[in-house]
């Protein structure tokens, strides 16, 4: 069976009690550590008795190389703030730290935020009350002069590399988030961290975004219009060409016998001599009517003396040729004298 805080079939996960069910009082924040959690205050508060207070805080880092006559090696344990190896460090360079600032009225505390290789890294944070008079020019040059010149800080027996130290840097100091954005440090890990306007992004928010919220709804309504028109353009087009189709077909079948319409004639158009010698007498043709172009017909001539129509063509002894020839027609003068 796994003890309290966790769980697994080897017992190897921890249980997140900050997510699970929060311990922590409502001005209290969960902080969630392997086999355990801590309630602590929000960066720039610290815990007074049962209250958090407005603090100033500072941050830095120092490489320790040294502890004693031993060389400072990063080991997987210092990645687990629980094991004894981490705790015997920060014990130590808590001790250190406090020791530096002691003098100082405004000074509560100091912690140990982390460890990382280079050698032994240590970043810590120093705690003041809200109105100390500290600065960071004060921090730096407090924490140079504990250094002697073989690297032993504040003679503790721990080592440090003189060109590691970092100068402190005020938690979310004043116009430290650019862009009207606003400095959030981390409660664990105490870094600044810059909730940025939507129209900006980056660290600390100095750059700005070409591609806004604003802009890509404008720019999506934008191309839903585009395409709509595209759409519609399409549609007309499609539309307009059937018109132009249906134009070119004929509305009724007979219209194909329309190219016969100028045949329409006020008298019977063609004299019919027949091949029986009874009678040279053509058909008789209703006035106006179609002339059947079911024969062909190739020449036809006026011959004044005769008085009569004389043609000449695939009209033998009666048979009828299938192709369409157009006949003269005796119109104006010539039907006149005749």
């Given amino acids: 069976m796994c003890t309290l805080f966790w769980t697994g079939d080897y017992c190897e996960t921890d249980i997140n009690e900050c997510v699970e069910n929060n311990p922590c009082a409502a ?3 969960c902080i969630n550590l392997q086999g355990s959690y801590l309630c602590g205050c929000q960066a720039g508060f610290f815990l007074v008795g049962d ?3 407005a603090t100033s805080e500072f941050r830095g880092s120092f490489a320790i190389t040294r502890i004693g006559s031993s060389e400072a090696i990063f080991t997987r344990d210092l990645e687990d703030p629980t094991s004894d190896q981490y705790q015997r460090i920060a014990g130590d360079v808590i001790g250190v730290l406090d020791s ?3 003098d100082e009225s405004s ?3 100091s912690r140990v935020v982390s460890m990382s290789s280079g050698s032994i890294r240590v970043q810590y944070v120093l705690v003041f009350t809200e109105d100390t008079n500290v600065t960071v020019d004060v921090v730096s040059n407090q924490m140079r002069a504990s250094i002697a010149a073989d690297g032993e800080i504040a003679s503790s027996a721990l080592y440090i590399r003189l060109s ?3 100068v402190a840097s005020n938690l979310c100091p004043a116009d430290y988030c650019k862009n009207g954005g606003t400095c959030s440090p981390d409660p664990v890990t105490y870094e600044n961290n ?3 306007e939507s129209a900006f992004s980056g660290n600390r928010c100095e750059v ?4 806004s919220p604003l802009v890509i709804a404008m720019v999506t309504v934008a191309g839903i219009l585009f395409l709509i028109l595209v759409g519609l353009f399409i549609s007309c087009c499609i539309f307009l060409g059937k018109r132009l189709e249906e134009k070119k077909e004929p509305k009724y079948a007979g219209d194909l ?4 319409s100028f045949l329409k004639v006020s008298q019977p158009v063609l004299p019919w001599r027949s091949s029986s010698p009874s009678t040279d007498e053509p058909p008789h043709h209703p006035r106006g009517s179609h002339v059947s172009t079911s024969f062909a017909v190739q020449s036809i001539r006026v011959d004044g003396g005769a008085g009569c129509y004389r043609h000449s063509g695939d009209v033998r002894n009666g048979q009828q040729s299938s192709t369409f020839i157009r006949p003269y027609i005796v119109t104006g003068k010539e039907a006149a004298e005749h």
Avoid: K, N
């Fill in 208 to 211: 700005e975004d070409d591609w």
């Fill in 100 to 102: 530096i600032f002691a």
């Fill in 194 to 196: 810059c909730i940025c």
């Fill in 164 to 166: 590691s130290l970092s």
């Fill in 257 to 260: 016998e329309g190219r016969d």
């Fill in 51 to 53: 209250t958090c207070r």
């Fill in 107 to 109: 000074y509560i505390e």
């Fill in 27 to 29: 001005d209290r924040i």
